[in-house]
């Protein structure tokens, strides 16, 4: 039996590895057991897989590669093997095909645990692993009945960091984008076999065997120098295989598109929260700013008034003076009394007689005065 198992992270597939390894021992190959063995074994391949994450970098599909064809070559592999891990996209898919003609180990099957995206997520938010035996628990399916702590041999139960909505999400996403094509390139070959990863671990293998068939593909190998041609399958097969593809094809892309339609969503709420907080913070200031000013302006406005009145009472009060100083009255008043005053001077002054003067001059004065007196005496007595 040499199979490859596909499924999504959280999907179950490596516990299902292990029991099908146990059940028809053959080994599991896990890529990522394989390279952490080889970086600390110091082997070529494991040298420049560490150079390539020492510098930040993925590690390549021929790296990968070579390490599968190294670990093929074991003889516990001869009854078969699972393939866990790898390939992740079409491509590292064909180059799997390609190495495995090579070594004249073709694959039987491609099996597929498929879980819906909801209970993926819960599976693996909710996952515990004992630091000590590596026994996995989960929160929500499958608690210990110790709290924090293994039921087989008391460890610590540790949470990853990694296991968060967040980052689970994006591992989902990825995988529906690139990975889960790869089960419509086995289906094309004819070689997907699929069960709901959903129930009891027992109730899944159970499905998983009777999905595999009875072991037929678990006897040892002795391939011919050449891979016997394959009879083609009926058209109504074929046709029914590429529609088959197709429908998958088409599911996939629909949930990678549905999960970034969810993003954008997000992000699109999550930035018009900020920007409704902004807007609400922006207003603030400007009330703030608008009351402060109107404050400002009023008391400018107040003083300047009392300014301009205190001026106006001035002005009324200094023209209230000049009014009262100058009125046409009092002029008329004063020009009516004047000339009285005048006249009176001008009566008083005849009455005065003129001083008595023994000088030549004098008398002469009063002799040219005397006549003039007599002779009106005179002409008044002719008029009588």
Not at 330 to 358: F, G
């Amino acid at each position: 039996m040499r199979i490859v198992l596909l499924g999504a992270p959280g999907s179950g597939k490596g516990t299902q590895a292990k029991l099908l390894a146990e059940k028809f021992t053959i080994p599991q190959i896990s890529t990522g057991d394989l390279l952490r063995a080889a970086v600390a074994a110091g082997s070529p391949f494991g040298l420049q897989a560490k150079a390539a994450m020492d510098s930040g970098q993925l590690v390549s599909d021929s790296i990968v590669l070579g390490m599968i064809e190294e670990r093929l070559a074991k003889p516990d592999t001869q009854k078969g093997f699972i393939l866990d891990g790898f390939p992740r996209n079409i491509p590292q898919a064909e180059a799997l095909d390609a190495l495995l003609e090579k070594v004249r180990m073709p694959l039987d099957s491609g099996l597929l645990i498929d879980v819906d995206f909801e209970i993926l997520l819960q599976r693996l938010t909710g996952r515990r692993t004992c630091e000590s035996c590596g026994q996995m628990y989960n929160i929500y399916t499958s608690p210990s009945r110790l709290d924090e702590r293994c039921d087989k041999c008391g460890g610590n139960l540790r949470h990853r960091t990694d296991d968060n909505e967040e980052t689970i999400g994006n591992r989902l996403r990825v995988y529906e984008a690139q990975t889960a094509p790869v089960a419509a390139y086995y289906r094309g070959q004819g070689k997907l076999r699929s069960v709901q990863g959903i129930g009891e671990i027992s109730d899944i293998f159970i499905a998983i065997q009777k999905a595999l068939g009875e072991p037929a593909h678990a006897k040892p190998v002795a391939a011919p120098a050449k891979p016997a041609p394959r009879k083609p399958a009926p058209i109504a097969t074929q046709v029914k295989q590429e529609v088959a593809a197709a429908v998958a094809t088409v599911k996939a892309v629909k949930k990678a598109t549905i999960a970034s339609i969810d993003k954008t969503e997000k992000k699109v709420a999550k930035t018009t929260k900020k920007a409704v907080a902004s807007a609400k913070k922006t207003v603030k200031t400007a009330s703030k700013t608008v009351k402060t000013a109107v404050k400002t302006t009023v008391k400018k406005g107040v003083k300047a008034a009392k300014k301009t009145l205190a001026s106006a009472k001035k002005s009324m009060k200094k023209a209230s003076k000049a009014v009262a100083t100058k009125s046409p009255a009092k002029k008329a008043i004063v020009k009516k009394a004047a000339p009285k005053k005048k006249v009176a001077s001008k009566k008083v002054a005849p009455k005065k007689a003129p001083a008595k003067k023994t000088s030549v001059k004098g008398r002469a004065i009063a002799r040219k005065t005397v006549p003039k007196k007599k002779v009106s005496a005179k002409k008044s007595s002719k008029k009588r």
